[in-house]
């Protein structure tokens, strides 16, 4: 059984300073199944806090307010992480963005490596904009920063 730690790891911390693919699940606030999302507008506070920005309008904030128990899956090159934790709503909309933006910070209460036996992962995921780049890139530098203010 892979040990159970209640922080993140210097590794996974300084791996979610920056802009990050991760699986985001919460509980379905209308059918109490799993919701699963990529987001890529999450960082790490601190090795115990978690940050992410999301679309107002998304299902997730309800599934929060619902129900604040969350995970995020964390892929990297080497293993996948299993990220458990309690969600808050920190700001309703964030200021210096030009859409609506909730900021939801996560209290992490454990962090397990969730890799099957007998396995790495050999190449970390990667993704790009398909929209205009500079366009994607000032808008995340946008929404960091606010969430930084948050």
């Given at each position: 059984?892979?040990?159970?730690?209640?922080?993140?790891?210097?590794?996974?911390?300084?791996?979610?300073?920056?802009?990050?693919?991760?699986?985001?699940?919460?509980?379905?606030?209308?059918?109490?199944?799993?919701?699963?999302?990529?987001?890529?507008?999450?960082?790490?506070?601190?090795?115990?806090?978690?940050?992410?920005?999301?679309?107002?309008?998304?299902?997730?904030?309800?599934?929060?307010?619902?129900?604040?128990?969350?995970?995020?899956?964390?892929?990297?090159?080497?293993?996948?992480?299993?990220?458990?934790?309690?969600?808050?709503?920190?700001?309703?909309?964030?200021?210096?963005?030009?859409?609506?933006?909730?900021?939801?910070?996560?209290?992490?209460?454990?962090?397990?490596?969730?890799?099957?036996?007998?396995?790495?992962?050999?190449?970390?995921?990667?993704?790009?904009?398909?929209?205009?780049?500079?366009?994607?890139?000032?808008?995340d530098g946008q929404?960091?920063?606010?969430?930084?203010?948050?």
């Amino acid at each position: 059984m892979a040990e159970t730690i209640t922080a993140l790891t210097e590794q996974l911390f300084m791996k979610l300073q920056k802009e990050s693919f991760v699986l985001l699940s919460t509980v379905d606030a209308e059918t109490g199944s799993p919701n699963t999302t990529a987001v890529s507008w999450l960082y790490a506070v601190e090795p115990d806090r978690l940050r992410f920005a999301i679309d107002q309008r998304s299902r997730i904030v309800a599934n929060v307010q619902h129900n604040k128990l969350v995970n995020v899956t964390v892929i990297l090159e080497g293993s996948v992480h299993a990220i458990y934790g309690s969600a808050t709503i920190v700001s309703n909309a964030l200021e210096g963005v030009p859409f609506k933006l909730t900021c939801i910070d996560i209290e992490i209460s454990a962090v397990r490596d969730a890799m099957f036996y007998g396995s790495r992962i050999s190449v970390a995921p990667e993704y790009e904009k398909t929209y205009d780049k500079r366009a994607a890139e000032k808008l995340d530098g946008q929404v960091f920063n606010a969430m930084r203010k948050a």
